[in-house]
């Protein structure tokens, strides 16, 4: 039994088993998000939500996915169909792959990477590339339209999101995420949310623009283009795309408690659980997700022009000074 384990935890074997474990994690992910979704809507509008396959509904889920892989994929006439095809798997891979550097617990975590904020920057930034092939392969005015909606929502989020890391950063000393959460502590009052509260807050208002999500759904728009870059799509192209979407909402809100809620360390030190601290990660992680899809089902879309001035007119100013705050207090301190 030992030599078994031994030899699991030989690379590159365990990476190939912790790359498994990270997709079934993210495509099991985004099935839940959904049912959670739908019943979050019923319960915040006075209603019932998925309330027929299983108990309570439980079983939705399984349900629509046997409905997407039986649906057939269609695309138009007009696409170019590498790019059109193409797009569900850019959007989907760098959700998926940044998962391998957060880590879950103490000594789990895929690979440790000493640039780990860095890959996070670099590879979610590949999402705006998806998003554009999407809507120009589709050759639909409405695919266009939401793609060019996107790329500039996207962008112009990158910038406030990318600033708002720069505080954890030069607290921290380190661009590693495992560095991260060990030097936040065994204790809410250190962590890094309340000496960066505004940095926290631009960066949960950016992570909700990035993903995509009410009141930034610009992209996708339903009352304006249909459904925007998405509109073409079917079948398990378009299951995709949103479990892509989902992923990205998860690991927004686990980078989110990664950066700024402690990670993987319990609120208080004497609710230290050592290996099984993934369950404090789990339930601060299930938290913000809540957030985002309370969020969703209250506030109302924002138009392109609010959408463009919160993020250059407020957000990033606000990163900006409060980085000159952080590196006077850094020499003063």
Known sequence: MQTVLNLLEMEPI??????????????????????????????IQLRYGPNRV???????????????????NVSPGRADLWIFLGAPIAMFIPAAA??????????????????GILFFVAVTSIGALGVIMAGYGSHSTFSLLGALRGA??????EVPLILSL????????????????NSQGPNFWGWYFLPQLPMALTFYIAGLAEVKRVPFDLPEGESEIVGGFMVEYSGMTWALI????????????SINVTLFFGGWQPPLEFLDLGNFNWIWFGLKTALI?????????????LRMDQLMDLGWKILVPITLVWLFVTAGAMLVF
């Open 14 to 43: 365990r990476f190939f088993i912790s790359f498994g474990a990270i997709l079934f994690l993210v495509l099991n992910l985004a099935a839940i998000l959904t049912m959670a979704e739908r019943k979050t809507a019923g319960y």
């Open 54 to 72: 299983g108990p309570r509904g439980l079983l939705q889920p399984a349900a629509d996915v046997f409905k997407l892989f039986t649906k057939e």
């Open 98 to 115: 940044v998962w391998m550097v957060i880590p879950f617990a103490p000594n789990a975590v895929v690979a440790n990477l000493n640039i």
């Open 152 to 157: 500039a929502q996207m962008i112009s989020y």
């Open 166 to 181: 720069l505080g954890v950063i030069m607290l921290t000393g380190s661009l590693s995420f495992v560095d991260v959460v």
């Open 242 to 253: 949103q479990a892509s979407e989902f992923a990205s909402m998860g690991l927004m809100a």
């Open 289 to 301: 997700m809540f957030t985002f899809q309370w969020i969703r089902w209250s506030v109302p879309r």
